[in-house]
């Protein structure tokens, strides 16, 4: 467990430094899962640690260069979740969930996208997006760009102008920035660690 004052980083550093650190430090590094090939990278040691988690939710805020320009912050399932809460509390902002099928309630609308070993597909209720409404987008990794992009397209689909993806680690073999340019010219992308 890290150890840090009340307001301070656990590392003493400048919240970047001291998010990627516990991100570099806590990150369980698990081969072949969900399925053989895969390299999974799991943030639960990071989230399970008070500073840690602390640190990265402080790191992903300095991604939002004004609070103002920001009206909900979207988690993709499911780890997005926890780190889009934890942010929205921090800048005094709406919390919106984007699902997997089959979880959301009412009227819904998905978007399908491939990832890096199979397919899938993210939901909304667009009744829970206010016309025009500035969403940025949070998820705990970036890797082939499939998921932010469909979330991209789902939130604009449903009226919000994005205003940006962050993440805690991007994998630039993957290709994921590359696709996001690609399929949402101009969307910022801000990553604590590559």
């Given at each position: ?11 003493g550093l400048p919240e970047q430094g001291a ?27 990071v989230l399970a640690d008070p500073a840690g ?142």
């Amino acid at each position: 467990m890290l150890s840090g004052g009340r307001g301070a980083s656990a590392w003493g550093l400048p919240e970047q430094g001291a998010a990627r650190l516990a991100i570099q430090q806590l990150t369980r590094v698990q081969a072949d899962f969900p399925q053989p090939g895969v390299l999974f990278r799991d943030l639960s040691p990071v989230l399970a640690d008070p500073a840690g988690f602390r640190d990265l939710v402080l790191g992903l805020r300095t991604s939002v260069p004004d609070e103002d320009e920001v009206d909900i912050v979207a988690g993709l399932e499911s780890r997005g979740f926890i780190l889009a809460a934890a942010l929205a509390v921090h800048l005094g902002t709406g919390m919106l969930a984007v699902r997997k099928p089959g979880k959301v309630a009412g009227e819904v609308i998905q978007e399908s996208y491939a990832l890096e070993y199979g397919t899938a597909t993210l939901e909304l209720n667009p009744g829970d997006v206010p016309d025009g409404a500035r969403v940025l987008i949070v998820d705990d990794v970036l890797a082939t760009g499939g998921t932010g992009a469909a979330a991209h397209r789902l939130l604009t689909r449903a009226g919000a102008v994005v205003t940006g993806l962050a993440v805690a680690i991007e994998i630039p073999g993957l290709g994921g920035r590359q696709r996001l340019r690609e399929t949402a010219p101009g969307l910022p992308v801000f990553s604590l660690v590559s």
